[in-house]
């Protein structure tokens, strides 16, 4: 089992791909929202690609935004993460099925690409006489450098962490 940072994220390329072995077509709008989606460094809300498009791109509605997201989500093009705090953000998706580890004070995002909850479901399901299953299970806690901030700075210990800004970290 292995959590890495989001190496396998899907590129343009594979977003393309995935959009044409599902029969549907790439339209000069969903090309824009595509392009606009893999513009964010990590998360971003709905309300944050709405700003972006108006921008760059206002001839788009909300409409036809909203329909482009939740036929993305549909392919597994983009991912919902839903935070504690309450709302829910999107995401890239990345190959195959995975979990994802999330710190609640930096909002740094790992995927964990293999499955280490498939045993126990699958033997809740087989026991509930239940069939064609699927799970979304993701994992909030706080990570290693956000950690030893707060333990440097114990007086800082409520908020964002200040020491990496809050701000996404880059994995390499
Ligand atoms: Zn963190
Ligand atoms: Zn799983």
Redesign the pocket.
Known sequence: MGVDGREKRFSYEDMTALLAEKGCRLTEQRDIILKAILSFPLTFSPMDLEKLLMVSDPALGRATIFRAIDLFLEMGILEKIHRESGDDVYLVGSVG?H?HLICRVCGEIRDIDS?P??EGIHEIMRQAGYSEGY?R?EIEGICGVCKKVSEENPEEHSGRSRAHGGKVRQFH
């Open positions: 099925h979990h499955c909850f498939e799970h299970i």
